[in-house]
């Protein structure tokens, strides 16, 4: 059967005016963007030789080394989340840094078997929507983890269902690094090696990733259900 010819009222619960079917041009912009990639760093550990802050930080480098702009967040007296009000200066500045941002990079030591409080904090205290402005939905994400032991991936697997709910495009490449306090000198440097590469290769992707999408980010994000919010129309009854 010829689904183009189904007469119209075979959607009753659609408002077909506000439907937005796919429009190719528009993943042309008519201009693009030419200041450096925005990457905000999140990492989760208060520890003075923090391996998921070293991570970070080299991260960093390699980000500003590929022609990216970086900051890293501290989120030492970061408030436990809606135990103050939004208006605390780091609760500000976080939610300042991922408005700024065009991709993130999140990495969170593994502990029990998830990502640690320190990390899910930092979350917590980002909206999906603040007024009309969204903090982290359409920017790319990079998530990585470190750990005490052997290899494990479930931090990583937490951090992409958290990426998911906040509404990022979390890229498929990710790092994980086992017996991280192996894997960094004296001066907190990651030593060279696979788990070294393994950054280089997440870093150029979440890079390559930003540079595609920050044009497009509010088209591929336009949906459906908040266009019909947005314009309130009446449900039939």
């Known amino acids: 059967m010829d689904e183009s010819a189904s007469p119209p009222d075979t959607l009753p619960a659609l408002k077909a005016e506000l439907l937005s079917p796919p429009d190719p041009s528009k993943l042309e912009p008519a201009g693009r963007m030419t200041h450096p990639p925005r990457i905000l760093l999140l990492y989760g550990s208060l520890r ?11 991260a960093a480098r390699l980000l500003r080394a590929m022609g990216a702009e970086t900051r890293i967040f501290d989120p030492r007296e970061l408030p436990m989340a809606n135990s103050v009000g939004t208006d605390h200066p780091k609760v500000r500045e976080l939610r300042d840094l991922s408005i700024w941002s065009e991709g ?7 502990m029990h078997g998830a990502v640690t409080g320190v ?3 930092q979350i917590d205290w980002l909206p999906l929507s603040e007024g009309s402005v969204r903090p982290t939905q359409g920017r790319t994400l990079a998530v990585m983890q470190v750990s ?25 490449n990710q790092s994980s690094v086992p017996k991280a ?42 949906r459906y259900s908040e ?11």
């Open 48 to 58: 003075e030789r923090s391996y998921s802050r070293l991570l970070v930080e080299e």
């Open 119 to 121: 990390f899910k904090n």
């Open 227 to 237: 266009r019909k919010e947005a314009f309130k129309l009446p449900e039939k009854l």
């Open 181 to 222: 306090y192996e894997q960094f000198d004296d001066a907190g440097r990651m030593l060279p090696g696979p788990l070294y590469d393994r950054v280089v290769d997440v870093m150029e992707e979440l890079v390559r990733f930003t540079w595609l999408l920050r044009d497009r980010s509010d088209y591929l994000v336009d």
């Open 148 to 172: 005490g032991g052997s290899q494990s991936f479930n931090a990583v697997n937490t951090l992409r269902l958290l990426g998911r709910w906040m509404r990022m495009f979390t890229i498929p």
């Open 104 to 110: 993130q990079v999140w990495c969170s030591p593994e």
